[in-house]
């Protein structure tokens, strides 16, 4: 009785081998290509075309404008002790050309009050405030284009999104043979979530720089409200 279930131990062992061995021969060895953004971004099809020219678009805007921003914040610190020591010395031509050599966005204010001495306090600010709005206009241009790409961007990825599943359910429609195979489907389902993907990336790339600029430009708004009141108390000073 021991030697026959010995026996017959040996042959089940025997035989899960021998069904291992078919399996595995039965089975091919899968070779997986590493996915990386290149051919993520082929699997997108025109959908990613637009995203990427989107995205370039975005970046050329954010460095343009980081470079204005940048030069706009540029200013000599002694600028304003020295237009004070002109003013004070009632040298005139020589403030304006100060504000005239800096050439940024305080000086041309200060260069148009300097321009204004002589008239009543209110119509001096009014002529500041308006070459303000105009400077912090020139520097907020092209920001609602950066914003405009930041918006459209993940739509234009949704709208992948939808072409790849009506490509999918297309294929699934004209198969006639009644069985799906996934090599059919992958294709769209590879559009439908590489695009989504895509746009997102695009749209928070853009938002972050737009955000970025803005709060650039709103350190130089600070910069010229003070340099203005600086130089209404210049005015107000006695003797001035």
């Known amino acids: 009785m021991n030697l026959l279930q010995i026996d017959l131990t040996d042959t089940i062992s025997q035989a899960a081998l021998t ?3 078919v399996v595995a021969v ?3 060895e899968v070779a997986h290509d590493s996915m990386n953004l290149w051919t993520m971004a082929q699997y997108g099809g025109w959908i990613m075309v637009v995203l990427a020219l989107l995205l370039a678009w975005g970046i050329y805007l954010f460095v343009e404008r980081l470079v204005t921003i940048h030069k706009a914040q540029k200013e000599d610190k ?3 002790d020295r237009i004070k020591d002109y003013i004070h010395e009632g040298q005139i031509d020589e403030a304006l050309r100060l504000c005239h050599e800096n050439d940024t966005p305080s000086s041309r204010m ?7 001495i002589g008239r009543p306090m209110q119509d001096v600010m009014v002529a ?3 070459v303000g709005n105009l400077e912090v206009a020139k520097l907020e241009k092209n920001l609602v284009i950066l914003a405009t790409i930041a918006s459209i961007a993940p739509m234009i990825g949704f709208l992948g999104t939808v072409i790849g599943m009506v490509q999918v359910f297309y294929n699934m429609a004209s198969t006639n043979s009644g069985v799906i195979e996934l090599s059919a489907l992958s ?7 590489v695009t989504t993907i895509g746009g997102l990336i695009v749209g928070i790339l853009c938002i972050f720089a737009y955000n970025f600029l803005v709060s ?7 910069t010229l409200e003070s340099r203005t009141l600086e130089f209404l108390d210049l005015l ?5």
Do not use: L
Request: proline share 5%.
């Open 26 to 28: 039965a089975t091919p």
């Open 19 to 21: 069904a291992e061995e």
């Open 110 to 116: 200060v260069e148009k009050g300097i321009t204004r």
């Open 236 to 240: 107000n000073e006695p003797g001035a």
């Open 128 to 130: 500041i405030e308006n």
């Open 187 to 193: 294709e769209g389902m590879y559009q439908a979530m």
């Open 78 to 80: 002694s600028f304003m």
């Open 216 to 222: 650039r430009i709103d350190r130089v708004v600070r």
